[in-house]
């Protein structure tokens, strides 16, 4: 079949490997028809992982149509339409039983690996690194989900893929974001990057009863479409100095709650940005953490910092006084998607979200590399792109 | 009356069961507890009282005996979230172990206190010893040796401890083995591995996944770019 490979930093290429074949009991094999770039597979691209290896295939956003089943896979069917959560859980430890699912304690067959760096391993990812399982990711034509008996959805006629495809991390990723931002009515919250899952953030904020949002960004597209599709006001970063807007459009107060939607690959801008990207260039620092700086100082006191942009590492300067002394509480993780998937499946069937807004971009797998570097590099006005393999 | 030299004897022997006896069962660090003792001689002791005393100081015990004296101790645990009668019966059934030891190639129960064990080791190679059972206690608690004459000496315990509140089972294994030296100090690298606290700690995850999830997550086999 064709796979998107990693070979090395910026270097993915679209490799004939073998097909994969059920390996567990408890496997399937999707034949994929829709399959999405994902702003952390940037991370990866970029080289900021270290656990990848040349060929690893990549891809954590997909779904497609059940080709194959293990022998102890009993609630899906050959042929059925189905939609795959990127953690993998195992539906039967302390964490799934909790509906903590991306914090499952039998998915990550590396748990080693990240037991050394964060004492305690979340779960098994899809296409994302040796220390998050090393599975095979779903850039791909045929991808092997393990755990299929918890780790499949199917979809109801009627709906199309691009409606749902976003349901394996982006939307409930967003969902999930604004819901740790606890918002109580009356609510400002702001929200760092307007890429996906700030878009989502966004939306799914005003879902939960957010009176205003403001989203900060600095790529004019991805400002519009906050402001004109996902219905935020907002902030050019480079234009004004973000803290300081916030607190003029809040009265004063701040923010209620701050959401970094951006992660460890983040902008800074003048001495800060130099000192992070110069530290990050020489691995003395894993992981750029401008936007979570900025949320802890904008945040209002006694406010919440929501943390759905991905870090893997270490970060320099987090002002934890601020933190400290303002009160704050942080919510963060990786998106228990299995918790968050049939209600948010009811909300597009009802029709309060259809999630193909965001696609700019329609490309076949064979474009993959094309598509990384365009999307890495917001040419083209890229936001989002779907691959059809 | 003053005590004599044996009263005193008797009395720290039976002090120091005691404290193993509730070290192995409570909730703290077993190998901390460990100090001058060899795990082999403090098992011993909780199973069969007064014989061991002298076995369970390294100094002058078997280790000394045997010119042994880079012993290496490990303790791992895991909470697996079954009932410890389930745990139990599994493990008890030594020849289910290799389905989550990967190092072993075969267990096989010859009495009901005594098995052969096979591991690999490099080149195709194999190191076996037999194994006692030391003390049992269904649904608790099993402590085993290797006999006399085992290409790795090696003893050890499995504890199976519920948890508060349902929490399912606190498995904790302390183990000590002997390298031999030589030729076969390799293989026993190989089979332990270069850090045994990860081994044993993979061993015990590949455990819990089995009987948690009933299968162990795995990419051995899986596609890949070349």
Redesign the interface.
């Known amino acids: 079949m064709k796979a998107v490979c990693w070979h090395g930093t910026t270097d993915v290429r679209v490799d004939t490997v073998p097909d994969p074949k059920i390996i567990n009991p408890r496997d399937a094999i999707i034949k994929i028809t829709s399959t999405a770039i994902c702003g952390s597979d940037l991370h990866l691209y970029d080289g900021y992982n270290p656990t990848m290896k040349s060929g690893d295939i990549l891809g954590h956003e997909f779904m497609g149509e059940v080709v194959e089943l293990g022998s102890a896979v009993k609630n899906v069917n050959i042929g059925d339409r189905v939609v795959v959560p990127f953690t993998i859980s195992c539906g039967s430890c302390f964490f799934c039983n909790r509906d903590l699912w991306s914090l499952c304690d039998n998915s990550n067959p590396n748990a080693w690996m990240v037991e050394k760096i964060m004492g305690y391993s979340p779960a098994g990812l899809f296409g994302y690194s040796h220390m998050t399982g090393g599975y095979a990711g779903g850039q791909a034509e045929y991808a092997r989900v393990p755990f299929a008996d918890t780790g499949l959805f199917k979809i109801p006629d009627g709906l199309t893929d691009e409606q749902v495809l976003f349901l394996t991390d982006i939307l409930p990723t967003g969902y999930m974001a604004a819901e740790n931002c606890d918002i109580q009515p009356g609510d400002t919250v702001a929200i760092w990057g307007c890429g996906p899952v700030g878009q989502f953030g966004i939306r799914s904020a005003y879902m939960l009863g957010a009176e205003r949002v403001i989203a900060i960004d600095r790529v004019p597209e991805r400002l519009k479409m906050a402001k004109e599709q996902s219905k935020a006001e907002v902030i050019n970063y480079e234009e004004v100095d973000a803290g300081e807007a916030l607190k003029e459009m809040t009265g004063g107060r701040g923010p209620d709650s701050c959401m970094d939607a951006v992660g460890m690959e983040a902008h800074g801008t003048g001495l800060e940005g130099f000192y992070d990207e110069a530290k990050q260039a020489l691995r003395l620092e894993t992981d750029r953490p401008t936007a979570l700086r900025q949320a802890i100082v904008a945040c209002r006191k006694g406010g919440t910092v929501s943390v759905p942009g991905v870090y893997t590492g270490f970060v320099d300067k987090m002002p934890l006084g601020a933190f400290m002394n303002k009160g704050l509480t942080m919510k963060t993780g990786q998106t228990h998607v299995h918790r968050y998937f049939r209600p948010l499946l009811e909300r597009i069937q009802n029709g309060e979200i259809d999630p193909s807004y965001i696609i700019t971009h329609r490309l076949k797998l064979e474009e993959a590399p094309h598509a990384y570097e365009i999307f890495k590099h917001k040419k083209d006005n890229c936001i989002k792109v779907v691959l059809k393999p | 009356m003053a005590s004599t030299s044996q009263d005193k004897q008797n009395q720290d022997e039976s002090n120091e069961t005691g404290r193993w006896a509730s070290l192995i069962g409570g909730g703290a660090m077993v190998l901390m507890g460990l100090r001058q003792r060899s795990l082999r001689g403090a098992l011993t002791a909780i199973a069969g009282g007064t014989l061991a005393y002298q076995a369970a100081t390294k100094k002058g015990g078997i280790q000394e005996a045997l010119g042994m004296d880079k012993t290496i101790t490990v303790e791992k645990t895991v909470?697996i979230?079954k009932p410890a009668a389930e745990l139990y019966r599994f493990w008890r059934n030594l020849e289910n172990l290799p389905h989550f030891m990967k190092h072993l190639k075969s267990v096989t129960v010859i009495s009901d206190k005594r098995s052969h064990w096979v591991a690999n080791a490099p080149m195709g190679a194999s190191v076996e010893w037999d194994a006692d059972i030391i003390e049992e206690r269904e649904n608790e608690f099993i402590s085993w040796a290797s006999v006399e004459g085992a290409d790795v000496d090696n003893s050890g315990f499995v504890r199976f401890k519920p948890a508060p509140a349902d929490?399912?089972t606190e498995v904790k294994v302390v183990m000590e083995y002997a390298p031999p030296g030589g030729a076969v100090t390799a293989a026993i690298a190989k089979i332990f591995g270069e850090e045994p606290e990860?081994q044993i700690?993979?061993e015990l995850?590949r455990f819990?996944?089995l009987m948690?999830?009933?299968?162990?997550?795995?990419?051995?086999?899986?596609?890949?770019?070349?």
């Not at chain 2, 948690?212 to 990419?219: D, K, S």
């Open positions: 909470t979230n929490r399912g990860q700690g993979d995850r819990k996944m948690e999830a009933g299968e162990i997550a795995t990419t051995e086999g899986q596609p890949k770019g070349s």
